[in-house]
């Protein structure tokens, strides 16, 4: 399999009618890295502050970074969940309880042509890739499902785990108005 070739990468932002702009996101192209063929991008949409968002960017590619040093430098899926868990408790133990965020991340191995991504609440994954010569157009996909609590599989989901959903706010959430999932 020939190696991934990354065109381009762009980021955009737009804040709504919140006082403040609560998303963070952060892109790692091949070679920012410690293992060069690696790139890395992520995207947390703030809820209720950007607390959370914040936090998240600041650590996580520390955590994915760490774990891939010291076992499976391969074993991405592994990592990334293992990352993603160890982010909630290092949440927890910051006790940021009145804030949250959702979680868009996509690892990709340009080497192995790889793409693993992890999606935590309502926001998207889209792949953007050319379907043939260089002036070919682009092809779109969204790699992502969403996960809203009203959605019934995903109610069935947090109330097998003991959550409870609710809608006190207008919209479905779990537990504070905060959290959607």
């Given at each position: 399999m020939a190696p991934l070739k990354i065109l381009d990468v762009g980021t955009s932002q737009v804040q709504g009618e919140r006082p403040t702009q609560e998303d963070r996101f952060q892109c790692a192209i091949p070679g920012q890295l410690s293992d060069p063929n690696l790139g890395l991008f992520e995207v947390y949409d703030g809820h209720a502050g950007s607390e959370v968002a914040d936090h998240v960017k600041e650590h996580l590619t520390r955590l994915l970074e760490e774990l891939l040093r010291k076992g499976d430098p391969t074993d991405y899926e592994g990592a990334l969940r293992t990352a993603l868990k160890n982010e909630d408790s290092l949440l927890w133990e910051a006790d940021m309880k009145r804030s949250g965020a959702t979680a868009v991340v996509a690892l990709i191995d340009v080497r192995r042509s790889l793409l693993i991504g992890s999606d935590i609440g309502d926001s998207h994954m889209i792949l953007a890739?050319?379907?043939?010569?260089?002036?070919?157009?682009?092809?779109?996909?969204?790699?992502?499902?969403?996960?809203?609590?009203?959605?019934?599989?995903?109610?069935?989901?947090?109330?097998?785990?003991?959550?409870?959903?609710?809608?006190?706010?207008?919209t479905a959430r779990i537990g504070m108005p905060a959290h959607s999932r």
């Open positions: 890739e050319r379907t043939g010569k260089y002036d070919a157009p682009w092809g779109i996909r969204r790699l992502t499902t969403p996960h809203k609590p009203d959605v019934p599989s995903e109610k069935d989901r947090v109330e097998d785990a003991g959550g409870r959903v609710t809608n006190d706010t207008g």
